[in-house]
């Protein structure tokens, strides 16, 4: 179960004015009150290696200092055998030259192994990997961070969020941030601001939505889309069902009718929507007191999936309704053709010929 405070946290944090609007710096919380030593969840340092790299083994990355051969910075003397300890004990010797991390160590969330010793993660010479770490990025964050280990580790459903460019760092700060989480942008803007181009693809080679051309030329947002909140219905780090989504939907255009395979929708709509055969009250969508959810979606073979005629993230006209559908794994596109009337609505020229439903008395239209 992931964690709900946060759902609300977030919520109350990302409910930010109508579509369109970028994600602000939220009003600054009270800080928490700092953690002593031995209350966090995880080590706060770990056993490294932080002796200059054996001569010969070729460096991915080393200190301008180190190279320059200027041990004396540092350490006592310039005897490269022996240049004696060090002249400042812990972080201050590195803020000495990294002026720029008085500023980010003092931000509101602290990331507890850079405060306790910035050469946890890098060596002070040289190192195999860039950026001076002791090893691979992942990796060390995986030695302490064992429950994100192992979502990202076993999940069926990979983000490749945590393994392209900079990976963890693609989205945390591994020294401070002013976002909970170490977060360097709400989490919105982060979705959003990567999965904004036209040809990323999935681990099958389909490609994925660009969302910020979506969200920009679609102004009908769902409602969690619009309270800015992508983890309501999806993972971050790794997940078990289709799309990295929260819980079990359909990843197919027809689907034999289960009340489980709909989870993700009814955590927030309440079933009956669809399960109903005759309702007046229920939905909108039915003819008379004929749900027509029921009659599409509610089939032991074939049912159609909420997103033959829903768009789950943002769409042109009300309900959300598509425009078209993609039919079929070559991606034909079936055309919806809907329009809501002021009695109900019809559809053109779509799966079938032309239909009307009437969901409002007919002195209901009379009166307008
Ligand atoms: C930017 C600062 C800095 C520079 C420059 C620097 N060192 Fe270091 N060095 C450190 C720190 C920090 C440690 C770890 C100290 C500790 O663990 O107590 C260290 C540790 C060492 C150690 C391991 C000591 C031990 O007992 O494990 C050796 C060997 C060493 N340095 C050699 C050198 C040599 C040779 C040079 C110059 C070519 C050099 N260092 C330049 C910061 C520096
Ligand atoms: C004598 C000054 C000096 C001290 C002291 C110093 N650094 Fe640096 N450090 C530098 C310079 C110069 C660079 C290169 C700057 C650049 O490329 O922007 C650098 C770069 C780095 C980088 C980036 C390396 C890369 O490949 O991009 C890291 C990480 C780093 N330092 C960590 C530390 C840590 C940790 C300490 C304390 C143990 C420390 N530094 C102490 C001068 C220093
Ligand atoms: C938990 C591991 C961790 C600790 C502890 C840590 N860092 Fe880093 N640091 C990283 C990672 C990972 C990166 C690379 C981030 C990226 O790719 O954007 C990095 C990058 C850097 C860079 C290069 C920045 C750049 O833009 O290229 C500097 C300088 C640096 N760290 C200094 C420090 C200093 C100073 C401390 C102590 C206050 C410290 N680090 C503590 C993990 C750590
Ligand atoms: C030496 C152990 C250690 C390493 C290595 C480490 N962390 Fe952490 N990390 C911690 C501790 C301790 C906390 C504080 C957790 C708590 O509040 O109990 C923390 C907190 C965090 C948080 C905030 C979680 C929260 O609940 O607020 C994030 C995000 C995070 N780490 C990411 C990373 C990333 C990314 C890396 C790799 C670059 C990394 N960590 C490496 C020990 C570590
Ligand atoms: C796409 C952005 C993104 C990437 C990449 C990412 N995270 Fe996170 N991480 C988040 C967000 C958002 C949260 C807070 C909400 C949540 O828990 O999902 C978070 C929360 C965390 C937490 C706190 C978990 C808790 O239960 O409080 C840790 C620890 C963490 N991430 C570590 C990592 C590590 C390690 C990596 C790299 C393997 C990583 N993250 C990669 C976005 C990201
Ligand atoms: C640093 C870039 C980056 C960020 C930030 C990012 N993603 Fe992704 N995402 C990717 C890449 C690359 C893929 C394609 C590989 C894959 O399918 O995982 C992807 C794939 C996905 C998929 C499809 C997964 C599948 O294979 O079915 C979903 C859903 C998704 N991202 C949602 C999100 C959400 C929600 C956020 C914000 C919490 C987010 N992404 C943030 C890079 C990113
Ligand atoms: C109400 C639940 C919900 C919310 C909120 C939500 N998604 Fe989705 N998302 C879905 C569902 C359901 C699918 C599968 C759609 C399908 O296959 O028809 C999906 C699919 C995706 C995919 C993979 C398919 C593609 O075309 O790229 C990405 C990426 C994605 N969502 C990103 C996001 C981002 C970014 C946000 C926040 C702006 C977000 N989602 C908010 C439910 C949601
Ligand atoms: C995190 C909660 C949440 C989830 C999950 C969710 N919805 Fe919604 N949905 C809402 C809210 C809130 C509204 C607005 C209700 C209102 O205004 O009365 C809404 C409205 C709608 C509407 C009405 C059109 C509109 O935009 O007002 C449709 C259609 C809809 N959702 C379809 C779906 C489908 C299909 C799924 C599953 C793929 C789903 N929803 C999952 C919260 C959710
Ligand atoms: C055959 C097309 C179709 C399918 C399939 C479909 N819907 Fe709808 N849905 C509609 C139409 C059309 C409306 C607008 C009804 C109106 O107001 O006239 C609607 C309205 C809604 C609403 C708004 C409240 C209401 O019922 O009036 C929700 C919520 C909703 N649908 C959820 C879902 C969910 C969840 C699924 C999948 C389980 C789904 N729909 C499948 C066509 C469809």
């Known amino acids: 179960m992931r964690s709900l405070r946060w759902r609300f946290v977030a919520l109350a944090l990302f409910a930010l004015p109508g579509p369109g609007a970028r994600g602000a710096d939220p009003a600054p919380a009270p800080a928490p009150a700092p953690a002593a030593q031995g209350q966090y969840k995880y080590p706060t ?30 350490h006592q003397s310039n005897d490269r055998k022996n240049p004696g300890p060090v002249k400042k004990q812990g972080n201050d010797l590195c803020y000495t030259c990294h002026e720029e991390f008085k500023e980010i160590m003092a931000r509101r969330y602290k990331h507890p192994p850079a405060v306790a010793l910035c050469t946890n993660c890098h060596n002070p010479h040289n190192a195999k990997e860039k950026k001076l770490l002791h090893e691979e990025q992942t990796s060390q964050c995986f030695d302490c961070h064992k429950p994100i280990k192992t979502i990202a580790e ?37 979705c959003v601001g990567c999965h904004a181009v036209d040809t990323m693809k999935d681990w099958n080679g389909v490609t994925l939505t660009n969302f910020k051309k979506l969200l920009e030329e ?10 800015k909140d992508c983890s309501a219905c999806h993972r971050t780090h790794g997940g078990n069902n289709f799309r990295l989504l929260v819980a079990e939907y359909p990843a197919q255009f027809y689907a034999p009718y289960d009340l489980k395979t709909y989870a993700l ?33 509610h089939k032991t073979e074939r049912g159609r999936t909420c997103r033959a005629c829903h768009e789950v993230h943002a769409a042109k ?11 079929g794994s070559a991606g034909w596109l079936l055309k919806i053709n809907y329009t809501k009337t002021p009695t109900g609505g019809t559809c053109t020229k779509t799966c079938h010929e032309t239909r009307t439903y009437v969901n409002k008395p007919l002195s209901a239209q009379n009166s307008k």
């Open 317 to 327: 006209q009300a309900f959300r309704v598509r425009e078209s559908v993609p039919y």
């Open 45 to 74: 340092l770990r056993k490294v290696d932080n002796k200059p790299l054996p001569d010969g083994v070729t460096a991915g990355s080393s200190m301008a200092p180190f190279s320059a051969g200027d041990c004396a910075f540092c």
């Open 154 to 190: 076993t999940s069926k459903v990979k983000h490749g969020a945590l393994t392209t460019e900079r990976k963890c760092a693609n989205c945390h700060n591994p020294h401070g941030a002013n976002i909970e989480k170490l977060l360097t942008a709400l989490p919105f803007d982060q």
């Open 218 to 227: 679609n102004k009908v947002w769902h409602k969690p889309v619009l309270s």
């Open 265 to 297: 929708c009814y955590g927030c709509h309440n079933e009956k929507v669809v399960s109903a055969e005759q309702t007046t009250t229920l939905t909108n969508f039915r003819d008379g007191s004929r749900n027509l959810h029921y009659l599409h979606v």
